[in-house]
């Protein structure tokens, strides 16, 4: 979201100033000349010639991008905030003196934390109307911390707003807003953005820069963009229809007038529109809603498992080479994956019937299960495919933060050549995995397993893969778990982990 000050709207204001004044200037100049003189406002025949069937043909088109705007701009808003936050006092505040004084805090007032006031600017999209409450979709970091709310029309009327919910996790936040039973608002009309293809065509809309009231448009460039390198689990539709700093929780339009998704973010070096936008696709908020109404929050599934992408040598010493999925490192004992049989190593391939693609795909749809309802997993083990019924849990605020129940607490990697050389591993005959990221207070922590270590066996049972390791620690066959250790020249064994 572009922070707007008063300072931006008066260069704003005064760029356009000067804009005019160099275009009146223009206007005044007296051009002395022949009777072959033209000027361009000279009225006559057509610009161009242009075939009567290729013209009706952009007409259509012009007409429908018209039609559109007309029909979806009352219902984008434009979403003035205000953040209060406190921040530390001065850093010179303990300097002896001033050269000039400081001339915005007394004597009494040094040392002590300093509130500042941030003025905001975004959008967002009209989704719901019950009775005099009008619910508006945004993002979080547009409004998820903001003190005060003023919702604009694109009429110019202006509405306190309410933050209704947030969440960080999916960048997404409600407004509310009331309004008298005769005050013209428009719902928009949300679409499947599952049915969105590369090449649809696609309107944004919003206030970028703080011009409301905006139109862009372009094509879906892709779909199915990961955001994890802006920390949301949400997929992303890309497009190059212009997004700009201040088009955050716009709509993204079809040519049917359906929003498709919610203009979130943008790539670009200068911070600019570059062709790079990404939206949140509908499909994935439209429950978010019914959320925030009914609990002023979202609440999310829980399955109890850490994943980590694995590459090809990784799969290849799986067993599962050429495979689409999810890659479960580890698994929280008495989560529900835990009681379900999902066990540390499976490779996660379906979710209820739907292929799993990759480990932002799994937790994405995770998130959106239903807390109390059965899942169905299936997952490829040992080189079997099993299918396994899991009661999903809900997500709470610590879920998944207690390594202390995260077995085994580290993360194995195959014994590579490279692995061999970064570890300073000399001796060839020395075979198993090797351990990588080990977790404070978790279990391998506490058997005083660390990073550097090659585990050569687990329960007495020799390793020399990672398929070998995992099936080793099969907890349905274990109840107490122990391993050998290989580190500078000497092998030993921990003690037992017992569950």
């Known amino acids: 979201m572009k922070k707007i000050t008063k300072h931006i709207f008066a260069g704003v204001v005064s760029g356009a100033l000067a804009f005019a004044f160099i275009s009146l ?9 022949s009777a072959d003189t033209a000027f361009a406002e000279t009225p006559g025949k057509a610009a161009v010639s242009i075939p009567r069937e290729s013209l009706g043909v952009l007409e259509a088109l012009q007409t429908s991008f018209r039609s559109i705007s007309t029909g979806v701009l009352p219902s984008v808003v ?14 010179f505040d303990d300097l002896p003196f001033f050269f000039f004084g400081n001339p915005n805090q007394g004597g009494d007032q040094k040392g002590k934390p300093r509130e500042r006031i941030q003025q905001g600017l975004g959008s967002g999209v009209i989704v719901r109307r019950t009775g005099n409450t009008v619910y508006v979709l945004t993002n979080n970091h547009v409004a998820g911390k903001a003190t005060d709310i003023k919702v604009k029309l694109n009429d110019g009327t202006s509405f ?26 428009v719902v928009a009309t949300l679409g499947d953005s599952d049915s969105v293809q590369t090449g649809d065509i696609c309107l944004a809309m919003g206030a970028p820069l703080g011009y409301s009231q905006s139109v862009t448009q372009g094509i879906v460039s892709a779909t199915g963009r990961s955001g994890t390198q802006i920390g949301n689990m949400n997929d992303f539709i890309q497009t190059d229809a212009a997004i700009n700093q201040g088009n955050s929780g716009g709509p993204l339009v079809n040519i049917y007038g359906e929003v498709i998704g919610i203009n979130t973010w943008i790539a670009s070096s200068s911070g600019g529109s570059v062709g790079l936008g990404f939206a949140m696709p509908i499909n994935s908020v439209k429950r978010a809603i019914d959320d925030f109404i009914a609990k ?11 994943l980590v992408d694995i590459n090809d040598v990784y799969k290849a010493e799986l067993g599962v080479k050429g495979q689409n ?11 529900p994956a835990y009681k379900a049989g999902i066990q540390a190593g499976d490779f996660i391939i379906e979710l209820n019937g739907k292929a799993i693609k990759s480990q932002s ?3 994405r749809e995770v998130g959106y299960l239903t807390a109390g309802k059965e899942a169905s997993f299936k997952v490829i083990r040992g080189g079997k495919t099993l299918t396994l019924n899991v009661k999903i849990e809900e997500r709470g605020k610590d879920s998944g933060n207690d390594n202390s129940k995260l077995w085994p607490g580290f993360v194995a990697s195959p014994l590579t050549d490279e692995i061999r050389k970064e570890f300073d591993i000399k001796d060839s005959k020395i075979k198993g995995v090797a351990v990588v990221s080990v977790l404070e207070k978790s279990p391998a922590a506490a058997l005083r397993i660390q990073n550097g ?17 995992y099936s080793a620690l099969d907890l349905s066959k274990n109840k107490e778990v122990w391993f050998d250790v290989y580190n500078g020249g000497h092998t030993i064994s921990t003690g037992k982990y017992k569950f």
């Open 453 to 469: 270590d090659i585990i050569t066996a687990v329960n007495d049972k020799k390793v020399t893969s990672i398929e070998e390791f």
């Open 160 to 185: 306190e707003g309410k933050l209704i919910g947030a969440d960080e996790r999916q960048d997404i936040a409600l407004v509310s807003f009331e309004a008298t039973k005769d005050a013209r608002i």
């Open 325 to 335: 999925g999810a890659f479960a490192s580890q698994v929280f004992i008495d989560s």
């Open 296 to 306: 002023g929050k979202i609440t999310y599934g829980w399955l109890g498992v850490s």
């Open 25 to 33: 200037s223009c206007n005044r100049v007296h051009v002395q000349g």
């Open 361 to 363: 795909e799994l937790v």
């Open 78 to 91: 434009e979403i003035d905030v205000t953040e209060k936050t406190t921040v530390p006092s001065n850093p």
